[in-house]
């Protein structure tokens, strides 16, 4: 991707090394390890991949860079000072470069434990430090998230939203709360209202019995795609558990170095969806889906719960893992639509999944997949990071949109739902709205015989009601 | 040890902040640790300062003001380098063109493009495509490499056997020399008259001046692509294969080589199997018919010299997997060992099998496992030299075999870089293969366009300080070039 | 005044043209010679066959001239590895005659003989000669791969190598390559040589417009056709192709032409004489000769303005390359044409009877003066 660098990098963040870590930025025994550390030989292949480089062209903000300077952190050569964790926060965690890096190098294993020795060891100014209690406080409960999500809904419904933006007031808010206001979601009653069932069976004798995750901002915002999902996954033949007990699965507390809140959660996740009878957990999200493979290396020094947290995670599949290797027990209908199919980070590069999404959706008959040109870069979405980075964010954002549009696709399908998120924001932002969707509701639309003309104008208008127009 | 200047160095970083931008200067500690070295990290230097300017203006001035105070300079592409070239000097400037990434113009019609220095190799090719052109040197880096970083190495890559190297297929080059004026070389017509300046720059290693824009010479894609790699039970079959492939008048696209040990690193970055002794990767390209005919011949050689097995690339992905697994092959290296040093001998194709044998035995008696991938087409070595910087003293006969690697290269009368240049990690070994004289006529020419010696000095020529005198080799005294002084 | 003989001894000089000739044998006495020259303030002149002088102009004072006639010898020839050594004093068609007797390995030189049979390596470098060959193999720069040379000041010295692939130091060669013997005398020269594809077939349009002449090369640029040479002569109308490949692939390419045009086949011994006669044209016709270069999409305006010019253009049909004769010699409208290439991007180099005003930037003056202060500090060679 060689587009003109426009966007300047973000000034440090305020902040500072609590005293000890001032010399020393990593505790002992804590932070990455040295041997994955000297797996890197410099070749610098990550950088092409990396989003930030792509915005930046700075050294430091490339993966070879990072690792730099976690070599020379974990040397005691430099301390956690603010322009190094700036760096380190910088970093989308998208894990490209995992995917072209030839040496085998295990980057998203050292941003994990550097970014746990950030939180633990780094003391953010107050500010920032409140902006992101409160984003864990409300993004992992989705009773919290639904909470949040009903008024925006008036807001947007009512015309306010229209009025904010157009106000002087809303140029003068800063940065990050600008874009939350942008990104606020594109929320429907029907959403809101809907979920997966707690139990869903084929007509026929199922196939599998499987568990699925809701989620925590899926759960709250999309829960029509997992009404979906359970809808589809027993159309294919499998006895859908979906237990209402569950919660968030820590994905977006563990990218953002808060470990220990991230165990817990797993803990709690573990206990709740599986049992000896559950053949498959199946999982919606991409982020969530790649946590929750590495449940067994997150609970692995945990005596407890390392053996059953390893059976856990092999029991994990993401949704179209699961559907490419069965059939469904009705026809898929025709939807003769152009789809743009976006890889989500977290299941390309963090789960290898790309052919499985495209053959499904392929096998709905008239569906022809587009590919998006640079499709390894990230949308910009990564998590939280486009609540934490809004202008790297932005730019990427923007950057993903125009790359989508440049193939002038009927609609564009993303399995995740902070992708969906980001890039139906910025797709909103230039031109005709191009509707969005998550695969599994093609799938599912298809199935229901749906005509493809009234799905694509309902998803438009709903996105044009969203303020996304 | 060396008395440190920093005075210059920070009045530049200064200055430089009023001109690129105060956010596209790096002057603080942990920061400007991250370019301390390039592709090679057993060559390190701490800069004085890291600027990255954004247009070609912004460069001119940066180095005008290097200039002024005399401060040493450092261009930087993506850092993807293996000699060091983009390694700094201890109290100078890195420039990096990072952000000159721009492609300019394509002109489709006369089959060229016009790109800024910061655009990656791979980049220029995906521009062109669609056109049905694309730019022919590949080195294995080229998805990160950029186009400066090529043209001040003159970069081959698997496929300069047909069709040559950087400096080939440059026409034209804006330059900005190392006191801040601006040139432009070449021409974009055939026949410029005077000289080729632009010849001399290219392969230059960055020491003349600094290429902000290029005028690259496009290519239409081959009407027809054949690949297959054909394993030998031994590298002396190989190279016999070769040789009568090539003394058949066929000449390969590329013809790549890969030992036992180079394809066991290979397999953890690409999905082969290949079990053998020595993998030969032929390559033609060209319209159908006459590929068609010649890989008809060309795999009927590899069965005649003792192929046990000749796979034909039956898909695109197929071929890209092939290429895949020989172009991670360094860095996959890095997998079988915790270190290692690559070198890049060139030694006359047709005694191949001798200096292999040779690099055996010098492997054998260094205790040290050496790993050989190389263009089979032209002669160009690469042995990789694993070492475990843990084991005490294991660095430095590793290190010692790799010196005696590049001695045997000279004795056959080969060159001791075939494409990653000298830069720093080489310079010693110039006396070597270039006399006293040789030398001082490079230093001069270099002079000619650097009379201060402020672009990328200690690189490519050796130094008293890195090197020891060299007998004959006289060094043009900067003051005097400069015109500052005059000998009495 | 300088005592000629006494620099490398009398049997070394002779008179030619109210001119003193000096010959030395090889590199050592080019030295000394030089030595000397700079010691003695004398200027030289370098003489290879002498069928390019009117490649740049005569210089205002000369006291000698060098002749490379001596330096002449192949020093090594490698066909296994592709290469060849020889003096630069040697004729390029006696190079060619030892590569084409080596009957297991079918190579040549594809350097073009330019200027004649007298044409010698040192001389078709230094003034960077090419000729039809250029389609596919390029010029000169594009074939050596090293050489010694001596600096106007006497300094022995090389560049590059004797193999293939080489960065090691700068490209010097490519300094030398088209400096008109001004900033030192090469001696030896590496080039790498091609081998011979199985079969050659030529096949000739004859164009009655420019339009149609660009058109035909255009496809044939575009196309999955690979021609060792794409010569046009203007305004006769002659374009010729020659396809050099394995059978199948010349019956391909030449069918897949054949459907571009109305198009004449040539008998192998006409394509050849064919070639030769495209060489030879510009040094055979009589008239000013103009070298000319513009970009490949100019070529019809640069037909257009060369048979307006009255000129008969002769070369490279893809690249674009090539001569202008005059054969009426009129100074106007040589003019005429050099400013029309000009406002066509194009480049201009005198050849016969034409002095060209080669106007480059004050930073290209700049380096050229300093280039030539680095290598021939005392202005020996002129």
């Known amino acids: 991707m060689n587009l003109p660098v426009t966007h300047v990098p973000p000034r440090p963040s305020s902040g500072h090394p609590c005293d000890e870590a001032a010399t020393q930025a990593f505790a002992t025994d804590a932070g990455p390890e040295r041997a994955l550390i000297d797996d890197c030989v410099h070749c610098g292949f990550c950088l092409p991949t990396c989003p930030t480089y792509v915005l930046w062209g700075e050294e430091a903000d490339s993966p070879r860079g990072r690792i730099m300077l976690m070599d020379l952190a974990e040397k005691g050569e430099i301390g956690m000072d603010a322009t190094t964790v700036q760096h380190w926060d910088s970093c989308l965690g998208c894990m490209a470069c995992v995917t072209s890096c030839p040496s085998g190098v295990q980057y998203d294993r050292l941003i994990e434990a550097t970014r746990s020795q950030i939180e633990e060891r780094f003391e953010r100014e107050p500010g920032d430090r409140r902006f992101r209690n409160a984003i864990f406080t409300v993004l992992p409960y989705h009773r919290r998230m639904t909470a949040v999500a009903a008024p925006l809904l008036v807001y947007r419904a009512s015309g306010l939203q229209r009025l904010v933006r157009r106000s002087r007031l809303y140029r003068r808010l800063p940065v990050r709360l600008r874009h939350l206001e942008t990104l606020s979601p594109i929320v429907t009653w029907a959403a809101l209202r809907q979920g997966a069932p707690e139990r869903s069976s084929p007509l026929a004798t199922p196939r599998l019995r499987v568990a699925m995750l809701t989620g925590c901002v899926q759960r709250a915002i999309f829960g029509d795609v997992n009404a979906a999902t359970a809808r589809v996954l027993t159309a294919y033949g499998c006895e859908v558990i979906a237990p209402r007990a569950q919660a968030c699965c820590g994905a977006l507390e563990l990218h953002a170095g808060r470990a220990s809140s991230a165990e817990t959660r797993a803990r709690r996740l573990i206990d709740v969806l599986d049992d000896a009878t559950i053949d498959l957990i199946v999982v919606n999200s991409a982020g969530c889906g790649s946590t929750l493979k590495e449940y067994g290396d997150l609970l692995k020094a945990d005596p407890a719960w390392a053996d059953r947290a390893a059976v856990f995670a092999a029991k994990v599949r993401d949704v179209h893992e699961v559907l490419a290797e069965l059939e469904p027990a009705t026809d898929l209908q025709p939807l003769a639509i152009s789809v743009a199919y976006h890889d989500a980070c977290h299941l390309a590069h963090a789960q290898g999944v790309r052919a499985e999404p495209r053959a499904v959706l392929s096998s709905i008959p008239g569906v022809t997949i587009l590919e998006v040109p640079d499709p390894a870069i990230c949308c910009g979405s990564a998590g939280v990071y486009n609540l934490l980075q809004p202008e790297a964010a932005g730019e990427l954002g923007r950057r993903k949109a125009e790359s989508v549009r440049s193939v002038a696709p009927d609609a564009l399908a993303a399995a995740n739902p902070g992708c969906l998120l980001q890039i139906s924001a910025n797709l909103g932002t230039s031109g005709e709205p191009i509707p969005t969707f998550h695969p599994i509701e093609l799938i599912d639309a298809s199935l229901r015989g749906e005509d493809a003309t009234d799905l694509l104008r309902r998803r438009r208008a709903l996105l044009k009601s969203a303020g996304v127009s | 040890m060396t008395v440190v200047d920093t005075t210059g160095v920070l009045r530049v970083a200064e200055q430089a902040r009023a001109i690129v931008g105060p956010d596209w200067v790096i002057s603080d500690g942990a920061q400007l640790r991250v370019y301390e070295c390039d592709g090679l990290t057993n060559h390190r230097e701490v800069p004085g300062a890291v600027i990255l300017p954004g247009s070609t203006e912004e460069v001119a001035a940066v180095v005008r003001l290097c200039h002024a105070h005399a401060v040493p300079f450092v261009a930087r592409g993506a850092g993807t380098g293996l000699s060091g070239g983009a390694m700094p000097t201890a109290r100078g400037i890195v420039i990096g063109l990072a952000r000159l990434r721009s492609v300019l113009a394509l002109d489709v019609p006369n089959q060229r493009i016009r790109v800024q220095p910061g655009v990656t190799n791979s980049h220029v090719s995906e521009i062109a495509a669609p056109h049905g052109l694309y730019y022919a040197p590949d080195p294995s880096s080229q998805q990160v490499c950029t186009i400066g970083g090529n043209i001040a190495e003159n970069s081959g890559g698997a496929h300069c056997l047909k069709y040559g190297f950087t400096v080939n297929h440059v026409l034209a080059a804006t330059v900005v020399l190392a006191d801040g004026s601006i040139v432009e070389l070449g021409s974009e017509a055939p026949d410029a008259p005077g000289l080729d300046l632009l010849g001399v720059v290219v392969g230059s290693e960055g020491t003349v001046g600094i290429v902000t824009e290029a005028l690259l010479n496009l290519l239409p894609k081959p009407e027809h692509v054949q690949t297959l790699v054909a394993m030998f039970p031994s590298i002396q079959a190989a190279g016999d294969a070769v040789s009568t492939i090539i003394a058949e008048g066929v000449v390969p696209a590329a013809a790549e080589m890969m030992d036992r040990l180079a394809i066991e690193a290979a397999k953890t970055a690409a999905p082969i199997d290949w079990d053998t002794e020595a993998a030969l990767i032929v390559e033609l390209d060209g319209p159908v018919s006459e590929v068609q005919s010649q890989f008809e011949e060309v795999t009927a050689i590899c069965a005649r010299c003792g192929a046990d097995d000749v796979r034909v690339a039956a898909s695109p992905d197929e071929r890209m997997t092939i290429w895949r697994a020989r172009k991670s092959a360094f860095a996959a290296v890095g997998q079988l060992a915790p270190a290692y040093i690559v070198q890049d001998g060139v030694i006359p194709r047709t005694r191949l099998p001798e200096v292999l044998s040779g690099i055996r035995t010098l492997a054998d008696e260094g205790g040290v496992r050496v790993a050989n991938v190389f263009h089979a087409g032209d002669g160009n070595l690469h042995p990789l030299v694993l070492y475990d910087n843990a084991i005490a003293g294991e660095q430095e006969r590793a290190e010692a075999v790799s010196m005696r690697i590049v001695e045997l290269c000279i004795e056959f009368g080969g060159s001791i870089t075939g494409e990653h240049g000298v830069g720093v990690d080489k310079v010693c070994s110039m006396p070597k293969m270039f006399t006293g004289s040789d030398l001082t006529a490079f230093d001069r020419v270099r002079t000619a366009f650097d009379p201060h010696g402020l672009c990328n000095p200690e690189k490519l020529l050796p130094t008293p300080r890195l090197c020891g005198e060299v007998p004959g080799f006289h060094h043009t005294h900067r003051v005097e070039s400069a015109g500052l002084g005059q000998r009495m | ?382």
């Not at chain 3, 374009?239 to 045009?261: D, Y």
């Open chain 3, 1 to 382: 005044m300088t005592d000629l003989a006494g620099i490398l001894g009398a049997d070394r000089v002779t008179e030619a043209a109210d001119m003193p000739v000096i010959t030395p044998r090889d590199q050592e006495e080019v030295a000394v010679l030089l030595q000397a020259a700079t010691r003695d303030g004398l200027t030289l002149t370098i003489r290879g066959g002498g069928t390019k002088v009117g490649w740049r102009p005569a210089p205002e004072r000369c006291d000698a001239l060098l002749a490379t006639t001596a330096l002449t010898g192949i020093v090594d020839h490698q066909p296994g590895d592709m290469t060849l050594v020889a003096r630069a004093g040697t004729p390029i068609v006696k190079i060619q005659a030892t590569v084409t007797a080596d009957a297991t390995h079918r190579q040549r030189l594809m350097l073009d003989s330019v200027g004649g049979p007298t044409a010698t390596l040192g001389g078709v470098l230094s003034t960077r000669a090419a000729g039809p060959r250029r389609t596919r193999y390029g010029t000169p720069r594009d074939i050596v791969i090293g050489a010694r040379y001596v600096t106007g000041d006497g300094l022995i010295a090389k560049t590059g190598g004797t193999v293939i692939k080489n960065v090691a130091g700068y490209d010097v060669a490519k300094l030398l390559i088209g400096a008109h013997g001004s900033l030192a005398i090469i001696t030896e020269v590496a080039v790498k040589l091609h081998p011979v594809p199985d079969v050659a077939r030529t096949v000739a349009l004859h164009a009655t417009s420019p339009a149609e002449v660009a058109e035909f090369v255009e496809r044939i640029r575009t196309a999955p056709i690979t021609p060792s040479a794409l010569e046009v002569r203007w305004p006769e109308g002659l374009v010729a192709v020659r396809v050099e490949s394995t059978a199948a692939g010349a019956a391909a390419q030449l069918a897949l032409l054949h459907t571009f045009a109305s198009l004449e086949e040539l008998d192998t011994p006409a394509g050849e004489a064919l070639l030769e006669q495209q060489l030879a044209l510009p040094f055979d016709t009589e008239g000013a000769v103009l070298g000319v270069g513009v970009r490949p999409a100019a070529l019809a305006a640069l037909l257009a303005a060369v048979e307006q010019a009255g000129g008969v253009f002769v070369g490279r049909a893809a690249l674009v390359a090539g001569d202008v004769v005059f054969p009426d010699n009129d100074p106007d409208r040589v003019l005429r044409l050099g400013t029309a290439v000009r406002a066509l991007g194009g480049n201009l180099l005198a050849r016969r009877g034409v002095v060209i005003e080669q106007s480059h930037t004050p930073g290209i003056e700049r380096l050229t003066t300093a280039m030539r202060n680095a290598l021939d500090p005392a202005g020996v060679l002129v």
